[in-house]
């Protein structure tokens, strides 16, 4: 799995233990994921 892109709150590109959410995009599956700050990661497989 990569970061996508960074957590919106603090920045960490730190890859998380949990998704909650996959989505079906133009470029294939993001996951979403919460950071331990609350806020967002998007992460892809990989």
Do not use: I, K, N, Q
Not at 15 to 35: L, N, Q
């Amino acid at each position: 799995m990569e970061v996508v892109r960074a957590c919106g709150r603090c920045g960490a590109t730190v890859r998380p233990d949990r998704v909650t959410s996959w989505h079906r995009t133009g470029d294939g599956f993001v996951g979403y994921a919460r950071c331990g700050c609350g806020g967002l990661v998007v992460v892809r497989p990989g």
